[in-house]
């Protein structure tokens, strides 16, 4: 999992919704409770009702940065729900500006001790987010509390003595309205850091320790300040602002939140998943590719999708082949697992992710691997003949190992209670059965080289002493028949940009016998898995990518994964090499074949193929010159060939001896190449121009010996 180095954005990690309902027993034993937000608002270090400029302790006194206006008076609905929440209908109109409250009256605004509460009744009348709310900042590691938001996120985060970094709790805007007016309330009672939307429990974290102190930096409302400067523009309306030095009790915040019976309305409804039904078009829009991988969203429907929303996807996690179900899951940058099956490992069905970010361990579900615990050695199934399939993950820590498994073949997913099964940095374990010593290995990616742990259980770990430098992220390891002799089998290391080693692996220590060779040498090819372990074909591993850096513009989905590829391990005169090929399920897309008989293009001569569509499998045999340059263009691809070299989209690629054959896909968005039996391959992405489909001779000449395009079929359903 590509780790962002921009800090805000690698503390805006992922949200899921903790279980729905914790607050649920508590608005239930306060049915009838009718005490007074006076009382709860008695012992507040400060409150702002956004009538004057001081708060109602006649302390702490405001000052006007920009376009703020205050004592404004809400009428209608709006009037309504703010009495009803327990507040005055008068509210403060942010239009860019900030309140500026400083230290507050003889430094009381610097809260010591280990316990904090922070309120704030809030609307965003656009549903437009983004901006800071309300937080005595400064720098990260000086941050004592900060109320912020996100486009499409509230989040709230505290620095304690015994955390490095901060603690952080998400709700996404989604789940609760995004301009609708909320009660936002964050609860550290010295243990558990917990965020309150409207009353209903959102998210929680594990901080450790009193606050931070010393925090020389301002209380702001609608601004945060950095070392250097402060950040403002948030437009919205705040009707009140609380501060208090301890944690309030839940039936506290059942009253500041409008009373029980609204908090279990609530929580019902911001605790459901409520699916969107999928657009008409869904899976054929402009530039879906129609025979690759790309996610689909569940709960919006929204163009152009960043790292962490539906419809984005990343690296391929825990490929897994159980009972007949190729397994296939991704990441949605840290925020979850997503989950697609297949029984031919073309046409897949996404289902619901499998599983959520975890803020215990930093905010993240990062990518990993997932076995079948055959013998049931975790130990996690209570019955052995039904073992549990473990996905193993890294919190965005970077230091927890953790895993998550499911007991019904992955259409459920428990995160196991006693995680992480291992702590050391950094992330991607990689799980395998070695047989000959009957236990379970792990390889983790770790700071810039990979570690080797070993363990009987799955649960309990051991570091061995080995180390492999220079291999960096998502490690994937297996053995291969050299030239399909399974009774020679070597071992081989891929690594993240998916260059590979070929050598031994006794148990202990993986011994490479040639240099980093790479797997793939196109633009768009990275953080390989794979499968292996099938069913009747012994020795078949298959593997697939995160073709990485696609454009699909206005689209309800971004990024694809490669198509499905056999690997094979041969002797070539050079060596040993691992070579592509598209896997043989293809066949089953293949429409009517156009065959092309021996062809000579000299240069100057441009040859049309009239072949309609605009997804193609070409296979072909060709002679060329020493001085030749052929140009293939198919659909605004440019696939270019020379006697030792060819090109995908412009890209040089040397090839080892002679071109002689190759194999081309082309979908909407991308064009993979196969060289001379897939001794080298090539994965880029593109953008269709046009709907031809020809061939130039620029220079020397070609002979096509002889040549084959297989229309192809989309793997996606007429309708959904």
């Given at each position: 999992m590509?780790?962002?180095?921009?800090?805000?954005?690698?503390?805006?990690?992922?949200?899921?919704?903790?279980?729905?309902?914790?607050?649920?027993?508590?608005?239930?034993?306060f049915?009838?409770?009718?005490?007074?937000?006076?009382?709860?608002?008695?012992?507040?270090?400060?409150?702002?009702?956004m009538?004057?400029?001081?708060?109602?302790?006649?302390?702490?006194?405001?000052?006007?940065?920009?376009?703020?206006?205050?004592?404004?008076?809400?009428?209608?609905?709006?009037?309504?729900?703010?009495?009803?929440?327990?507040?005055?209908?008068?509210?403060?109109?942010?239009?860019?500006?900030?309140?500026?409250?400083?230290?507050?009256?003889?430094?009381?605004?610097?809260?010591?001790?280990?316990?904090?509460?922070?309120?704030?009744?809030?609307?965003?009348?656009?549903?437009?987010?983004?901006?800071?709310?309300?937080?005595?900042?400064?720098?990260?590691?000086?941050?004592?509390?900060?109320?912020?938001?996100?486009?499409?996120?509230?989040?709230?985060?505290?620095?304690?003595?015994?955390?490095?970094?901060?603690?952080?709790?998400?709700?996404?805007?989604?789940?609760?309205?995004?301009?609708?007016?909320?009660?936002?309330?964050?609860?550290?009672?010295?243990?558990?850091?917990?965020?309150?939307?409207?009353?209903?429990?959102?998210?929680?974290?594990?901080?450790?320790?009193?606050?931070?102190?010393?925090?020389?930096?301002?209380?702001?409302?609608?601004?945060?300040?950095?070392?250097?400067?402060?950040?403002?523009?948030?437009?919205?309306?705040?009707?009140?602002?609380?501060?208090?030095?301890?944690?309030?009790?839940?039936?506290?915040?059942?009253?500041?939140?409008?009373?029980?019976?609204?908090?279990?309305?609530?929580?019902?409804?911001?605790?459901?998943?409520?699916?969107?039904?999928?657009?008409?078009?869904?899976?054929?829009?402009?530039?879906?590719?129609?025979?690759?991988?790309?996610?689909?969203?569940?709960?919006?429907?929204?163009?152009?999708?960043?790292?962490?929303?539906?419809?984005?996807l990343?690296?391929?996690?825990?490929?897994?082949?159980?009972?007949?179900?190729?397994?296939l899951?991704?990441?949605?940058?840290?925020?979850?697992?997503?989950?697609?099956?297949?029984?031919?490992?073309?046409?897949?069905?996404?289902?619901?992710?499998?599983?959520?970010?975890?803020?215990?361990?930093?905010?993240?579900?990062?990518?990993?691997?997932?076995v079948?615990?055959?013998?049931?050695?975790?130990?996690?199934?209570?019955?052995?003949?039904?073992?549990?399939?473990?996905?193993?993950?890294?919190?965005?820590?970077?230091?927890?190992?953790?895993?998550?498994?499911?007991?019904?073949?992955?259409?459920?997913?428990?995160?196991?209670?006693?995680?992480?099964?291992?702590?050391?940095?950094?992330?991607?374990?990689?799980?395998?059965?070695?047989?000959?010593?009957?236990?379970?290995?792990?390889?983790?990616?770790?700071?810039?080289?990979?570690?080797?742990?070993?363990?009987?259980?799955?649960?309990?770990?051991?570091?061995?002493?080995?180390?492999?430098?220079?291999?960096?992220?998502?490690?994937?390891?297996?053995?291969?028949?050299?030239?399909?002799?399974?009774?020679?089998?070597?071992?081989?290391?891929?690594?993240?940009?998916?260059?590979?080693?070929?050598?031994?692996f006794?148990?202990?220590?993986?011994i490479?016998?040639?240099?980093?060779?790479p797997?793939?040498?196109?633009?768009?090819?990275?953080?390989?898995?794979?499968?292996?372990?099938?069913?009747?074909?012994?020795?078949?591993?298959?593997?697939?990518?995160?073709m990485?850096?696609?454009?699909?513009?206005?689209?309800?989905?971004?990024?694809?994964?490669?198509f499905?590829?056999?690997?094979?391990?041969?002797?070539?005169?050079?060596?040993?090499?691992?070579?592509?090929?598209?896997?043989?399920?293809?066949?089953k897309?293949?429409?009517?074949?156009?065959?092309?008989?021996?062809?000579?293009?000299?240069?100057?001569?441009?040859?049309?193929?009239?072949?309609?569509?605009?997804?193609?499998?070409?296979?072909?045999?060709?002679?060329?010159?020493?001085?030749?340059?052929?140009?293939?263009?198919?659909?605004?691809?440019?696939?270019?060939?020379?006697?030792?070299?060819?090109?995908?989209?412009?890209?040089?690629?040397?090839?080892?001896?002679?071109?002689?054959?190759?194999?081309?896909?082309?979908?909407r968005?991308?064009?993979?190449?196969?060289v001379?039996?897939?001794?080298?391959?090539?994965?880029?992405?593109?953008?269709?121009?046009?709907?031809?489909?020809?061939?130039?001779?620029?220079?020397?000449?070609?002979?096509?010996?002889?040549?084959?395009?297989?229309?192809?079929?989309?793997?996606?359903?007429?309708?959904?």
């Amino acid at each position: 999992m590509t780790n962002p180095s921009d800090s805000r954005i690698s503390r805006r990690k992922v949200f899921g919704l903790v279980g729905g309902g914790a607050l649920s027993a508590a608005a239930s034993a306060f049915a009838k409770s009718s005490m007074p937000k006076e009382n709860v608002f008695q012992s507040a270090v400060a409150l702002w009702q956004m009538n004057v400029f001081k708060d109602t302790h006649g302390n702490n006194y405001l000052n006007v940065e920009g376009s703020v206006a205050m004592d404004v008076k809400l009428t209608g609905k709006s009037l309504h729900e703010s009495l009803s929440a327990f507040s005055d209908g008068i509210v403060a109109e942010f239009k860019g500006g900030y309140l500026n409250a400083g230290q507050g009256t003889n430094g009381m605004l610097n809260l010591t001790g280990s316990q904090l509460t922070v309120a704030v009744r809030l609307q965003s009348p656009k549903g437009v987010w983004g901006q800071p709310l309300f937080n005595k900042r400064g720098s990260h590691e000086s941050l004592v509390f900060n109320l912020f938001s996100f486009i499409d996120a509230i989040g709230f985060e505290l620095g304690t003595q015994d955390t490095p970094g901060v603690s952080q709790v998400l709700c996404p805007v989604s789940a609760i309205g995004a301009s609708d007016w909320h009660t936002v309330i964050c609860r550290y009672d010295g243990k558990v850091l917990k965020m309150f939307v409207d009353g209903v429990v959102m998210d929680e974290a594990t901080p450790k320790g009193p606050l931070r102190t010393g925090n020389p930096y301002p209380v702001l409302i609608g601004a945060e300040t950095d070392d250097t400067s402060i950040k403002a523009g948030w437009e919205g309306e705040i009707d009140y602002v609380a501060l208090w030095n301890r944690a309030i009790s839940d039936e506290e915040v059942v009253t500041l939140s409008g009373g029980s019976a609204r908090v279990q309305f609530l929580t019902k409804k911001y605790k459901e998943l409520h699916l969107l039904p999928p657009r008409p078009d869904l899976y054929h829009e402009k530039y879906r590719p129609q025979f690759h991988f790309t996610a689909r969203q569940w709960t919006e429907h929204l163009l152009n999708p960043g790292q962490q929303q539906e419809g984005w996807l990343n690296d391929p996690n825990g490929l897994i082949f159980v009972d007949g179900v190729y397994h296939l899951f991704a990441q949605r940058w840290a925020k979850c697992w997503i989950h697609a099956v297949s029984k031919d490992m073309l046409h897949w069905t996404e289902v619901l992710p499998a599983f959520w970010a975890d803020h215990r361990f930093g905010d993240g579900v990062q990518s990993g691997g997932a076995v079948y615990d055959w013998e049931n050695s975790s130990g996690l199934s209570k019955d052995p003949d039904n073992p549990a399939l473990i996905a193993f993950w890294s919190g965005f820590d970077q230091m927890s190992q953790c895993i998550s498994y499911s007991l019904d073949k992955g259409t459920t997913w428990h995160k196991y209670e006693h995680n992480p099964v291992l702590v050391h940095p950094e992330r991607d374990p990689k799980v395998f059965w070695y047989a000959p010593d009957k236990r379970w290995i792990m390889v983790l990616s770790c700071e810039g080289s990979y570690e080797f742990f070993t363990s009987k259980n799955l649960l309990s770990w051991t570091k061995l002493p080995s180390k492999i430098p220079d291999s960096y992220e998502c490690p994937d390891i297996f053995q291969l028949p050299l030239d399909g002799n399974l009774d020679n089998l070597k071992w081989v290391l891929v690594r993240g940009d998916g260059f590979y080693s070929i050598g031994e692996f006794n148990g202990k220590k993986f011994i490479s016998e040639t240099n980093q060779l790479p797997g793939d040498q196109g633009p768009n090819f990275y953080a390989t898995m794979s499968w292996g372990d099938i069913a009747d074909e012994p020795g078949r591993r298959v593997q697939i990518a995160w073709m990485r850096g696609g454009s699909y513009p206005d689209m309800p989905f971004n990024q694809q994964m490669s198509f499905p590829c056999d690997l094979s391990l041969k002797t070539g005169r050079n060596g040993l090499h691992v070579c592509r090929n598209p896997i043989h399920e293809i066949s089953k897309l293949h429409g009517t074949p156009h065959h092309m008989n021996t062809t000579t293009l000299n240069a100057g001569m441009k040859l049309p193929l009239n072949v309609s569509g605009e997804l193609y499998h070409i296979k072909a045999n060709v002679n060329l010159s020493l001085d030749s340059e052929v140009h293939f263009h198919i659909n605004g691809a440019s696939l270019t060939f020379m006697s030792s070299s060819v090109a995908c989209n412009s890209q040089q690629i040397k090839v080892m001896g002679t071109v002689s054959t190759f194999e081309i896909l082309i979908d909407r968005t991308s064009a993979e190449l196969f060289v001379n039996d897939g001794l080298v391959s090539v994965s880029s992405c593109f953008l269709p121009t046009d709907n031809n489909f020809n061939i130039a001779c620029k220079a020397g000449s070609i002979t096509i010996e002889s040549m084959v395009i297989y229309p192809l079929q989309s793997i996606w359903p007429a309708s959904f």
